[in-house]
């Protein structure tokens, strides 16, 4: 049996990237917890049945160097008496490894799940994380990549040796028996579309994620009134809002203000935070996803369980979460005018549409199928250890 933690900065992380790791790694006999901060869904770990401690982290701690939830970590993993220590993101990443060293874990995992490194991210948080990474890196025995580049990237900037760094370009995977098109209520469907004003005949383009500038959802605007300057009738529709970790509240509040002035308030939807995202992407006949940086882009692989077409911007692991020309098109980061484009091209040929939609339902079943990706996860785990106790380097 492997005891291990499991590090976030808030629970919608877990939510997001580890329950379903942490379900299949405790059936294997395994022992897990999480320890993450103040957030939305922390209930749903709960409810899962998974122990967790709530750290105190607050504003400030969102920033590097708050010695107090490192403390605090630390106690935790000397009283839990942890075999593993496996961090999510980049700032609870640097404070766990350094609560995991000074209690003499022996091995500290590090999933890069948005590398600071990548070309969207501001220079001073950039410079902040190298800085923060050189110092800290040679306390993890292995770190995972969502992709490639961040893999390269660790490797270029002497972050680890190759031998140090998985990269699982399919670490995202989906539950395709809740993302699927097939179990929506169609009868609810139509009264949510008919509650917020998507006609039927009108194409409705779609939002998901926090509602942060970061992720493009005022470049997103910009691109929407660039395709109805051109005559076209489009439904826009917002799913998500800001989250307890998010530093960023202003964009959202400007976003609403330029909805208001522009003339198609009535056009727009904010649907705020929904737990059942499956249904809530079926209201919507393309998906864009139009972030600055990602670790992954998850959700343009979400759209396309629920046969859905997406337009993502070109962030890490962007190539692999679409297909350019074929379940989707990829465009530049911060072009609202690229952007509206390809929206376009996909708004004036519903058949494109279809096509692309059914496409990309099928790439993520023979690809994005969560069963499969969490069976490796689970054996690059076994495998680690399986070296480990061997001493012989490891290798996936």
């Known amino acids: 049996m492997i005891k291990i933690l499991f590090v976030t900065r808030v629970p919608y992380t877990a939510i997001a990237f580890i329950l379903p790791l942490a379900k299949k790694l405790r059936e294997r006999g395994n022992h897990v917890e999480f320890a993450f901060g103040p957030g939305e869904y922390n209930d749903e770990i709960e409810k899962a049945g998974f122990r967790f401690t709530m750290l105190s982290m607050d504003k400030m701690s969102r920033s590097f160097g708050n010695i107090r939830v490192v403390n605090q970590l630390n106690k935790v993993i000397r009283d839990g008496h942890y075999d593993v220590v496996h961090t999510y993101t980049p700032v609870i990443g640097i404070y766990g490894r350094l609560a995991a060293f000074i209690a003499r874990t022996p091995v500290v995992i590090h999933s890069v799940i948005g590398s600071l490194l990548a070309s969207g991210v501001p220079l001073s948080d950039r410079l902040m994380y190298l800085v923060s990474e050189l110092a800290t890196s040679r306390m993890v025995d292995l770190f995972i990549t969502l992709n490639d580049a961040d893999a390269r990237a660790m490797v270029k900037y002497r972050l680890a040796s190759k031998k140090k760094v998985v990269s699982l370009r399919y670490e995202y995977g989906v539950d395709l028996t809740t993302f699927s098109p097939d179990k929506i209520d169609r009868k609810r469907l139509e009264e949510v579309r008919k509650e917020h004003g998507l006609e039927e005949g009108v194409p409705a383009i779609g939002f998901v994620g926090r509602m942060t500038g970061a992720k493009g959802i005022l470049d997103l605007f910009e691109a929407y009134k660039r395709?109805?300057?051109k005559g076209r009738m489009v439904k826009l529709v917002y799913l998500g809002d800001v989250i307890s970790s998010d530093n960023d509240r202003q964009s959202i509040e400007l976003l609403k203000k330029l909805v208001k002035e522009s003339g198609y308030e009535g056009d727009v939807a904010f649907l705020g935070l929904q737990l059942d995202v499956p249904f809530y992407i079926s209201l919507m006949d393309i998906v864009v996803h139009p972030s600055h940086h990602e670790g992954f882009p998850r959700i343009p692989v979400e759209a396309g369980a629920m046969g859905k077409p997406s337009v993502c911007t070109a962030v890490s692991g962007a190539e692999i979460a679409v297909e350019e020309g074929k379940t989707g098109f990829i465009v530049p980061i911060r072009d609202p005018e690229r952007l509206a484009a390809a929206i376009e091209k996909l708004v004036v040929n519903p058949d494109l549409t279809r096509k692309m939609g059914n496409e990309a339902r099928q790439r993520v079943v023979d690809l994005f199928d969560q069963i499969k990706i969490v069976d490796?996860?689970?054996?690059?785990?076994?495998?680690?250890?399986?070296?480990?106790?061997?001493?012989?380097?490891?290798?996936?």
């Open 376 to 396: 490796q996860q689970v054996r690059i785990y076994e495998e680690f250890f399986k070296k480990r106790k061997a001493g012989a380097n490891f290798r996936i």
């Open 227 to 229: 395709i109805r300057a």
